[in-house]
């Protein structure tokens, strides 16, 4: 049996009350949040199979959400083989990023990149713990000017960007902590639903 010292204890229980926290918030939401997710995932991958695309995007972690969806989708989720489908996470190119920012705003980041590459009939999905990320909600609402499908995934109330999306998935609680653990769960259910959807065509 492994011993360990008092400090190393008191970091057990924090670790500890982490998980238990997650695992609390993803049991009160899952009942909200699977409807509006199942609905999510018919739209992405009837899209998709009509040729379209989907471009996702957010700061920080949810940067990283952005490009961990992109990575399952043009890589694969869990079926070893199968056609790559086309996500663009708008997060990646440090060019495009600095040179936006630089010589317009940073509020226009991903904005500019959906007026360049979004189509009507492609999916937008913008990333937000708080719903009131500027950037995000300034490219969401230039995707629907262009006639995309506009999707996001949020916390709290939602904020501003749930009234200007088509389908907002709300994590409603305000730890930003435990919003990205639902955000990436959700990421993963919808990975898994669009890919058996896509792979059985």
């Known amino acids: 049996m492994i011993e360990y010292s008092d400090l190393e204890l008191q970091y057990a229980a924090v670790v500890r009350q982490h998980f238990l926290e997650s695992a609390d918030v993803k049991r ?3 009942d909200e949040l699977s409807g509006p997710a199942a609905r999510a995932a018919e739209l992405i991958s009837t899209a998709l199979m009509n040729g379209h695309k989907m471009l996702v995007f957010g700061n920080g972690g949810s940067a990283a959400d952005a490009q961990h969806f992109a990575g399952e989708m043009i890589g694969r989720f869990k079926i070893p083989v199968r056609a790559p489908l086309p996500v663009i996470a708008l997060t990646t190119d440090s060019t495009v990023l600095t040179c936006i920012a630089n010589d317009f ?7 500019r990149q959906v ?3 979004a189509q009507p009939g492609d ?5 937000s713990t708080s719903g009131n990320s500027p950037n995000v909600l300034r ?4 995707a629907r000017l262009r006639g995309a499908y506009t999707l996001a995934l949020l916390g709290g109330d939602g904020g501003a960007v749930a009234a200007e999306v ?3 998935l709300v994590v409603p609680v ?8 639902c955000h990436i769960t959700l990421i993963h259910a919808l990975s898994e639903l669009i890919e058996n959807r896509l792979n059985a065509l």
């Open 174 to 181: 305000r730890d930003t902590t435990r919003i990205q653990e």
């Open 115 to 117: 007026e360049a590459l």
């Open 123 to 127: 999916i937008v999905l913008g990333i």
């Open 166 to 168: 088509n389908l907002a």
């Open 139 to 142: 490219a969401l609402q230039a």
């Open 105 to 111: 705003a940073y509020e226009d980041v991903f904005s």
């Open 28 to 30: 009160m939401v899952a």
